[in-house]
């Protein structure tokens, strides 16, 4: 016999958030974050340069090899002369290849922790992934590698 009582489900509600628009660029390798930066709104092909040849460059030792995806912006000469000026070297993903690019798993972690604030500003947003990169598990990081076939 079916029971008459009525059950109440408690459901938290969220308003859609219509923030300004934010891009955050980073790189890894195997022993972390190696370098994290955000910008206003989408990223630009002049802002993927800056990042090079500021933030990534300068981390990168001879030897290291740059995988990247088929964004148009990745694939500037100047991207590459930069690279590989320091003794590195840049690969490509193929196409359409999103299981093989392990920082897009580390996003799908991170999203979930920046979205929570919601922030509006740049200086906040890059605070916030600062502490995000530290927040990364190194041992997850290597299975994303691994998964992704990076295996070294």
């Given amino acids: 016999m079916p ?25 890894i390798r195997r022993s972390g974050v190696v370098t994290i930066k955000g910008l ?4 630009k092909k002049e802002d993927f340069l ?13 030897g290291d090899v740059v995988v990247m995806d088929n964004l148009n912006s990745h694939h500037r000469p100047e991207v590459r002369e930069m ?12 196409v359409y290849s999103p299981d093989f690019n392990p920082i897009e798993m ?12 919601r922030t509006e500003t740049i200086e906040v947003l890059e605070q916030l992934t600062r502490l995000a990169a530290r ?17 070294t």
């Fill in 106 to 117: 580390m996003w799908s972690q991170l999203e979930i922790f920046l979205w929570k604030f």
């Fill in 50 to 62: 800056e990042f090079v040849k500021v933030n990534l460059a300068s981390q990168l030792k001879v």
């Fill in 83 to 94: 690279i590989e000026a320091v003794g590195a070297r840049v690969e490509y993903l193929p």
């Fill in 40 to 43: 206003k709104g989408s990223m």
């Fill in 3 to 27: 029971s008459k009582t009525m059950s109440m489900k408690a459901y938290e509600t969220q308003k859609p958030y219509y923030g300004k628009k934010m891009t955050v660029i980073s790189a």
């Fill in 135 to 151: 927040l990364v598990d190194l041992q997850c990081l290597r299975n994303w590698l691994t998964k992704c076939c990076y295996c």
